[in-house]
RNA sequence: GUCCCUGUAGCUCAGUUGGAUAGAGCAGGAGCCUUCUAAGCUCCAGGUCGCAGGUUCGACUCCUGCCAGGGACGCCA
């Protein structure tokens, strides 16, 4: 496979380099090439000869004169140099530029595919039925998108799984709530479920807070008799909601409609929202907990009979050797805990689903958690795939969003944002921006539909909120601040879409059609034109890079590189008005791969870009 | 109390798994639109990488111990 990345062509060379050089099997070194991070220090650097130099006692600078001199770079380097204590340097030469960005002027962008043998599992987004989405579900739901986007571009079969929280006593006693209430459940929307389930928590909450006070105060029967009487009115809602749990366990039909009637209302808000979102999320993603309800008592029986848990105060638990922390896998009362779902979807995902990846975007905060199910998953064996090898599982946890004040994202009531309040007022934002720029007489976008003109809006504003969640260490918290994200300058979504913009204007007004374009031959001379070519040619490795090690950033900061580096190479190097006409077909090629880079970066971003803003 | 995460410029953050003089963006200073979108470009200034040891040719990165902030810890999910 005629791979366009320098890298690897480098390594390939160096490895031989290397074995020639020091007498060792080339399949067993490592040529440590880099991008050089100084311009002066060439466009790529070969490390070996520093550790090869100490392994074997010799002089480094020596072995890398050997190393270089043994290794075939004719056709890729134009000059070559040792510095430092032991570095080796490289120039591409202009013909060995231009001859990769040929290679990877395709639809597929010079991204290999990388398949693996099994299936990779996502958990992503993780909304609750009868509840609003709020901020917690954006990076659930963004990341996971992304992450998925990754391995499918990577050509690997993807299960996204939407873990919904659609079972147990809380959807039970929100459901037991409304039909006391004798609501018409055709006419139901998310926040009437929503104000139910929280009242009905509230209800459940203060009964218990106020019944463990009694018996903690030591009163007697008698007391407790006068606290049942004044709370009857919880307590009933309570017995209310375990028949109602009861009754849909049991699969009668009505209550079974009306809580398919509460998925059905919560999940149409949620796919309106991941639309907005570009995010590809539908029905065909949704797996709930409900799902693995016929799954759970197998897991305790399983557990049990391999002496992997045992009872204690009358909870089955797991212990653990390293750690006093024990799983909780059964409660006292008989009924399951999340931790006996999970155990049970992992199982599922891996014999089932084939998942020889299972990933976990959850909330930084169910680590413990997390730990603790895997382990238990690795302790039964049920990480074992149908070929014997095992899955991986991991917890790809992120931070919390934060407001100004550095605590947990909050309305001024203390509630927490919705979703779709913060998307919408994204999107208004970014609306404001997109009219504010067309009016100027200028500007591409003057003289457009408002319709069309909205569109670009929600885009550019969608495009700023899901870049600044993506463009950091997942695991960080990072504090929402609206103005500093719509800005739209610097390192933000908009940024790039700019450049993207720019690019696809510039192709427009040179008149030249797709086929002369794409037959020019790259001529990358100049120094902006030289860094822009080395900045494409590093894409393609970043998204391996990134999908291998679950980091969405490093997409950002190689697309905002790129679009930096297109911007310099825009200001000093004239394009339509180049002065021959070789050079204006080189620079429009590269503008066009440029272009085709961005948008399929934001792409795997699941952020839109326009042709004009 | 136990365990986990985080600590990098005034602010918000990157840092390619150990490589050369630690990078961006805001904010601050100086320039650049009669010529391809100024949502842009080019300079300048700004740092004991929380602290202290250790490992080695070489440490923001790995190990140990502290300090600070946050989080999780038996019958909620």
């Known amino acids: 496979m005629a791979s366009c990345d320098p890298v690897a062509l480098l390594e390939q060379a160096f490895r031989a380099g290397i074995a020639a050089a020091t007498g060792t099997d080339a399949a067993s070194v490592d040529p440590q090439v ?7 220090h060439g466009d790529f650097q070969c490390n070996a000869a520093l550790a090869l130099a ?19 770079l004719s056709g890729l380097a134009e000059r070559t140099d040792i510095a430092g204590p032991g570095f080796i340097n490289v120039w591409l030469s202009q013909g060995a530029l231009g001859h990769l960005l040929a290679g990877m002027d395709a639809p597929e962008l010079g991204i290999d595919p990388a398949p693996l043998p099994h299936a990779v599992v996502i958990d992503l987004c ?3 039925v009868a509840k609003q989405m709020h901020v917690g579900h954006l990076r659930a739901t963004v990341i996971g998108d992304v992450m998925a986007r990754l391995h499918e571009r990577l050509g690997r079969k993807v299960w996204r799984e939407n873990h919904l929280g ?33 009242a009905a928590q509230a209800e459940g909450k203060s ?54 009637r509460l998925i059905d209302v919560t999940m149409a808000e949620v796919f309106a929202t991941t639309r907005t979102l570009g995010v590809k999320l539908g029905p065909e993603h949704s797996r709930g907990e409900s799902f693995y309800r016929e799954r759970l008592g197998p897991v305790i029986e399983a557990f049990v009979s391999k002496g992997l848990a045992r009872e204690d105060q009358g909870a089955i638990v797991v212990h653990y050797a390293d750690r006093d922390r024990p799983m909780l896998i059964r409660k006292a009362d008989g009924g399951f805990l999340y931790a006996t779902t999970d155990l049970a979807a992992v199982r599922f995902r891996v014999q089932e689903l084939d998942g020889g990846r299972v990933i976990y975007v959850v909330d930084a905060r169910q680590r413990d958690h997390f730990k603790d199910v895997f382990d238990g998953v690795r302790l039964i064996g049920w990480d074992a795939l149908r070929d014997g090898t095992r899955a991986e599982l991991s917890h790809m946890q992120f931070g919390t969003v934060l407001g100004k004040d550095k605590r947990p994202l909050r309305t001024r009531s203390g509630e927490n944002f919705t979703l779709k309040a913060l998307l919408d007022e994204a999107i208004e934002r970014g609306i404001q921006q997109v009219f504010r720029r067309a009016a100027e007489t200028d500007a591409p976008t003057h003289g457009l539909r408002e319709t069309d003109l909205r569109a670009i809006g929600a885009a550019v504003g969608i495009g700023a909120v899901k870049y600044a969640d993506l463009s950091g260490d997942p695991v960080k918290d990072y ?31 040179s008149g030249e059609s797709a086929a002369a374009i794409a037959a020019a031959t790259y001529a990358p001379i100049e120094p902006a034109e030289r860094h822009l070519a080395l900045c494409l040619l590093r894409f393609p490795a970043v998204v391996l890079a990134a999908a291998e090690h679950q980091a969405p950033q490093r997409v950002c900061a190689a697309l905002h590189e790129l679009a930096n580096a297109y911007a310099s190479f825009y200001q000093a190097c004239p394009v339509l008005k180049a002065a ?10 590269l503008s066009s791969l440029t272009q085709r880079v961005l948008a399929g970066g934001l792409d795997l971003l699941g952020i839109a870009a326009p042709d004009r803003m």
């Open 34 to 40: 880099k991008a050089s991070a100084d311009p002066k």
């Open 54 to 72: 100490k392994a074997a006692k010799a002089n480094p600078s020596e072995l890398a004169r050997r190393i270089l001199a043994a290794t075939p």
């Open 126 to 128: 993780g909304v609750n």
């Open 166 to 198: 659609d079972w147990g006593l809380p959807i039970a006693m929100t459901l037991a709530s409304l039909r006391r209430q004798k609501r018409d459940f055709a006419r139901l929307t998310l926040d009437d479920l929503n104000t139910a389930y929280r």
């Open 207 to 260: 009964d218990e807070a106020g019944q463990a006070a009694a018996i903690a105060c030591g009163a007697g029967p008698h007391r407790l008799a006068e606290f049942d009487a004044q709370n009857g009115p919880a307590l009933a809602a309570e017995r209310d909601a375990k028949a109602t749990l009861l009754k849909l366990q049991s699969g009668d039909p009505a209550t079974v409609a009306d809580w398919q």
């Open 479 to 509: 504090v929402f601040d609206l103005d500093r994200m719509i800005a739209f300058e610097g390192d933000t979504g908009p940024y790039i879409q700019y450049a993207h913009a720019r690019i696809a204007s510039l192709i427009a007004r």
């Open 580 to 589: 021959d006409s070789g050079t204006r077909l080189s620079r429009l090629r």
